[in-house]
């Protein structure tokens, strides 16, 4: 089985900051992409950024300059970066990577979720 753990969410003020973490863990053979999604109440879920194994990143426009996405291969984990965060930032936010297992068999997963809430 394969497992997603984030971390790092909480409260903060208009301006100010939050890492965000997500761990992979279990029957890993390798992983592809990783990513961050947020979902506000009553919106639907959309990306916030990607990161493939080789590094390349993509972002929304609403978080470019803010956000920056990273990846530790060796820990199997994917972190986010939050900078100059605003009101409209809160969401819960989820991670996301495609695995191959040591079946070979590959799929997407998500963690549970971490709640941002930027107060103004």
């Known amino acids: 089985q394969v497992q997603l753990v984030e971390s790092g969410g909480g409260l903060v003020q208009a301006g100010g900051s939050l890492r965000l973490s997500c761990a992979a863990s279990g029957s890993i053979f390798s992983i592809r992409t990783m990513g961050w999604y947020r979902q506000a109440p009553g919106k639907l879920r959309d990306v916030v950024a990607t990161?493939?194994?080789?590094?390349?990143?993509h972002y929304a426009d609403s978080v470019k300059g803010r956000f920056t996405i990273s990846r530790d291969n060796a820990k199997n984990t994917v972190y986010l970066q939050m900078n100059s965060l605003k009101p409209e930032d809160t969401a819960v936010y989820y991670c996301n990577a495609d695995i191959r297992d040591r079946n070979y068999y590959t799929r997407g997963y998500w963690g549970q979720g971490t709640q941002v809430t930027v107060s103004s």
């Open positions: 990161i493939t194994s080789g590094g390349t990143t």
